[in-house]
């Protein structure tokens, strides 16, 4: 499978606790993105990656939230201290950055589900 | 800032009909617009991708039009079938890089 994937897929833990997720992007994709969907609305974007570095934060990303891509490849994101305001479906894209400066669409992973007690 | 709605937001029709699902942007200034499927728990599969300068596309049964100087696009469906039903998501990008900035989606049920 060439596609994105996300594991784990679905996530229950108890408020307080922590969590990570992680992503897998397309091989040849050098763009990482992190998304957060709540029922009933479209995703949000949170943060995204170029190769290892990340270049933007949304303010939906709190002090508790923390993203990494430390060898460029799979990217990890981690929620401290969860709350039940954290629930909702986590969703990972990647797209790849071309030499002439032109930015190709974003595929996305499945979702890691997250449900905060 | 960028935000986008969908009208309706939710749709039931019997299969076979054509319907139009509605996307409005509030800054022109994009870079493209995609229309995305996604299914219940699952993630995002996109349908159509339209540039800035293209004012429509065309898939099989579907056609996504653009009138960015309005703000507007529209998804047409043709046709429709029951495994058409999903949520339909509209998202603009404003510029090389730039993170989608996504609708809330329309919820379409075509009925046998």
């Known amino acids: 499978d060439t596609g994105v994937s996300q594991n784990p897929r679905h996530k229950i833990t108890k408020r307080g606790q922590n969590v990570t997720f992680r992503c897998d992007p397309i091989?040849?994709?050098?763009?990482l993105y992190w998304y957060r969907q709540t029922l009933g609305q479209g995703p949000e974007f949170l943060t995204y990656?170029?190769?290892?570095?990340?270049?933007?934060k949304s303010r939906l990303l709190s002090d508790r939230f923390s993203a990494e891509r430390p060898k460029g490849s799979f990217s990890t994101l981690e929620i401290q201290r969860t709350e039940q305001g954290d629930s909702a479906m986590y969703l990972c894209?990647?797209?790849?950055?071309?030499?002439?400066?032109?930015?190709?669409?974003?595929?996305f992973g499945p979702g890691t589900r997250l449900l905060v007690l | 800032k960028q935000e986008v709605t969908q009208i309706p937001a939710a749709l039931s029709v019997p299969e076979g009909e054509n319907l139009v699902l509605n996307c409005s942007f509030t800054?022109?200034?994009?870079?493209?617009l995609q229309w995305f499927r996604q299914d219940p728990g699952k993630g995002l599969t996109s349908l159509l991708l339209i540039q800035s300068s293209q004012r429509e596309q065309t898939s099989g049964r579907l056609n996504a039009s653009l009138d960015k100087s309005s703000g507007r696009s529209t998804l047409y469906i043709a046709a429709s079938q029951p495994g058409d039903s999903a949520t339909y998501l509209c998202?603009?990008?404003?510029?090389?890089?730039?993170?989608?900035?996504f609708g809330p989606g329309t919820r379409l049920s075509v009925l046998p």
């Open positions: 990656f170029q190769n290892e570095a990340q270049l933007e």
């Open positions: 800054d022109s200034a994009i870079y493209n």
């Open positions: 894209a990647s797209s790849r950055l071309r030499s002439t400066g032109r930015v190709e669409t974003q595929y």
């Open positions: 998202a603009v990008r404003r510029n090389y890089g730039q993170n989608f900035v």
């Open positions: 091989s040849e994709h050098n763009r």
